[in-house]
């Protein structure tokens, strides 16, 4: 229990003070999601083999080493996947600013924005996604349009996404994709009134959305993209704050009651 602590700490340490360095103090996040987690494996292998190498020194059965191993290491992992979680939200909260022109200088995740223009001239895209959980595929458009801006590189940005049936052939959801694209391009952005909605979303490279936004995108060309939305982004974080907590501790538990039981003499 006492190695399990110590390499928590230690990891969750380590993690906080390189998210602090490289996503925190500079705004936007220098680095997504995926080297966060790859950051995570690493420090968590070199934990896998010094907690491995204490457990084998033990008294304990086989079996009863592999449990301890396995329950300490993946309850590591989890709590630190949910620890990067809990650090993208870090200070969010909503900035007023007067202009598109402020933008850059603000440095906030949610922005309430008084006075701007949109081009209605946007770039698209769309394509066909899977979902794991719950299995599914879906249509997805993707409509990004510029703001009147000094440097023309900040956007608007919206996502559509409708379920298709799966068991259809390509062909079929093709056109299932071409239609919803149809839809949402001459029906809903023909009547979208832009400036209904004055809080934004700056998506960066820890927002969940930032990929599928950023395929609009030219690559290589530098995009600020903001996206509109009705629930405070502060208020989010909130809800998403305490979801993690409760994961966090869910699985500190678990770690918890598995490590009591392998206390037990006539456990295996």
């Known amino acids: 229990m006492k190695v399990f602590i110590i ?71 989890m709590i630190m996947l949910f620890s990067i979680d809990l650090l993208s939200l870090y200070d969010t909260k909503t900035k007023e600013i007067v202009n598109i022109e402020e933008v850059y200088a603000a440095n906030s995740r949610g922005l309430t924005i008084r006075n701007f223009n949109v081009i209605r001239s946007p770039m698209i895209y769309s394509g066909i996604k899977s979902r794991k959980k719950p299995v599914s595929r879906y249509a997805q458009v993707v409509f990004v349009y510029p703001f009147q801006s000094k440097n023309h590189d900040v956007f608007y940005s919206l996502i559509f996404e409708k379920p298709i049936d799966q068991n259809a052939d390509e062909e079929n959801q093709k056109k299932q994709l071409d239609d919803f694209l149809v839809y949402t391009r001459d029906t809903i952005m023909k009547n979208y009134d832009f400036d209904k909605i004055k809080n934004f979303e700056y998506i960066t490279k820890m927002s969940r959305e930032y990929r599928d936004i950023s395929e609009a995108i030219p690559e290589g060309q530098k995009a600020v993209l903001l996206k509109p939305v009705i629930t405070l982004v502060e208020e989010k974080a909130k809800v998403e704050i305490l979801s993690m907590i409760r994961a966090i501790a869910v699985v500190f538990l678990g770690y918890i009651a598995i490590f009591l039981l392998s206390r037990v003499p006539n456990w295996k």
Do not use: E
Request: charged share 15%.
């Open 7 to 77: 390499s928590l700490l230690t990891n969750l340490t380590l993690l906080t003070v390189l998210y602090y360095i490289f996503n925190i103090r500079q705004f936007p996040p220098k680095y997504g999601r995926d080297f966060w987690i790859i950051t995570t494996l690493i420090a968590w292998s070199v934990t896998f083999f010094v907690k491995k190498d204490r457990v084998m020194r033990s008294g304990y059965s086989s079996f009863r080493k592999s449990v301890i191993i396995f329950s300490s290491m993946f309850c590591t992992f």
